[in-house]
């Protein structure tokens, strides 16, 4: 299923692309889909949603005043095995001179076999790309905010999920 959402950050597009640009940048995507994919799929497991265990990012690639990232997370089934479930481009336009849109297009594909059934897919998809999103743009905007923010929500609730940052996507 095609997806897609933006989010406003208060900062310049130079600003949130050299944010996101630095190796420190590409785990705000990683860390902001750890996040999201946990935050929505928390009390929803037994429905038999795969565990993410694998975020790819790669970029920013300028394109006059837009910058684009790449954006790919992998999740395991019951036996270990890999397979991609979100496929996106992340866009950073300009919206004035002090702000921009953060955009996720992309596509996100299912579980093979018996995942679960297609409202749930697409619930669960939505809600994590405006949580993906929402995190993004907070980075973005206010880096020391949102790693406090981060060290907030890990001292309360331990994340279950490996962090891996694989740059050669």
Avoid: K, N
Wanted: with cysteine; proline share 7%.
């Amino acid at each position: 299923m095609f997806i897609g959402g933006e989010a406003r950050a208060s900062v310049s597009t130079a600003t949130a692309t050299a944010r996101l640009a630095c190796p420190v940048g590409g785990g705000v995507l990683v860390r902001a889909s750890y996040a999201a994919w946990e935050e929505v799929t928390a009390g929803i497991a037994p429905a038999g949603l795969p565990g993410l265990v694998l975020v790819h990012s790669r970029g920013p690639v300028r394109r006059g005043a837009v910058s684009v990232l790449i954006l790919r997370w992998e999740a395991a089934d019951a036996s270990g095995q890999r397979f991609p479930i979100l496929d996106a481009d992340i866009t950073l336009v300009p919206d004035g001179e002090q702000a921009t849109l953060v955009g996720l297009d992309g596509v996100y594909r299912p579980q093979p076999g018996a995942g679960p059934c297609p409202v749930i897919a697409y619930l669960v998809t939505a809600a994590t790309t405006r949580s993906c999103l929402g995190r993004i743009a907070a980075a973005i905007t206010d880096p020391a905010a949102a790693q406090r923010a981060e060290v907030a929500r890990a001292a309360v609730r331990p994340g279950s999920c490996r962090l891996a940052h694989d740059r050669s996507y």
